[in-house]
């Protein structure tokens, strides 16, 4: 079964850091492109980073640039997303979702984990 | 940086024909990606590559892109498809981009 599963959301003070996982399973994660994507309460979706598949290549949205960073280890499956200098607009469900390096598109998505910054 | 634009809702009564517009500049050079996501729950990709449908989402689900607009279509609509709606391109300066999402509300 092709899965993704964030796990690492919390409730955490202005300023503080957080660092988000992603476990993939049922497939060859190293075939896969791989982005976060978060979504605020009631609003759309916001893309916020992108590795590529050997970690070449990545990309930040200007909202996280300098305080997020992206990384992943093919060996054990994973993805990651340390959140640093956390502000209260960072408050989410935060997905990381797979694209095919052959297909283009995010057919795969986690359920999401939930990230609260509040004091 | 780009931007898709998209209705905030469109209305459709059931069985009939719903269309969803994602606006960009020159979009149809672009390859377009279509996500329909349940209230609380993750996305799922119902359109690739402006037309493509991933296995197991219905063939009632068809997408186009030309010019500046894309279309996704959703024909015999169903309450079930009473959802929201979001386009995405991927663009070589903002790279991955959504729209602002579509609520269709079937009547």
């Known amino acids: 079964q092709v899965q993704l599963e964030e796990s690492g959301g919390a409730w955490v003070k202005p300023g503080g850091s957080l660092r988000l996982s992603c476990a993939a399973s049922?497939?060859?994660?190293?075939?896969?492109?791989v982005s976060w994507i978060r979504q605020a309460p009631g609003k759309g979706l916001e893309w916020i980073s992108y590795?590529?598949?050997?970690?070449?290549?990545?990309y930040y949205a200007d909202s996280v640039k300098g305080r997020f960073t992206i990384s992943r280890d093919n060996a054990k499956n994973s993805l990651f997303l340390q959140m640093n200098s956390l502000r209260a607009e960072d408050t989410a469900l935060y997905f990381c979702?797979?694209?095919?390096?052959?297909?283009?598109?995010?057919?795969?998505w986690g359920r999401g984990t939930t990230v609260t910054v509040s004091s | 940086s780009y931007e898709l634009t998209q209705p905030p809702s469109v209305s459709v009564g059931l069985g009939q024909t719903a269309r969803i517009t994602c606006g960009g500049s020159?979009?149809?050079?672009?390859?377009v990606y279509w996500y329909q996501q349940k209230p609380g729950q993750a996305p799922v990709l119902v359109i690739y590559?402006?037309?493509k449908r991933p296995s197991g989402i219905p063939e009632r689900f068809s997408g186009s892109n030309s010019g500046n607009t894309a279309t996704l279509t959703i024909t015999r609509v169903q309450a079930g498809d009473d959802l929201d709606y979001y386009c995405?391109?991927?663009?070589?300066?903002?790279?991955?981009?959504f729209g602002g999402g579509t609520r269709l509300t079937v009547l």
């Open positions: 995405q391109v991927w663009d070589s300066k903002s790279y991955v981009v």
């Open positions: 590559k402006d037309s």
């Open positions: 979702a797979g694209e095919p390096v052959v297909q283009g598109g995010l057919h795969v």
């Open positions: 590795i590529s598949s050997s970690s070449s290549t990545i």
């Open positions: 049922g497939f060859t994660f190293s075939d896969y492109y």
């Open positions: 020159n979009i149809g050079g672009k390859n």
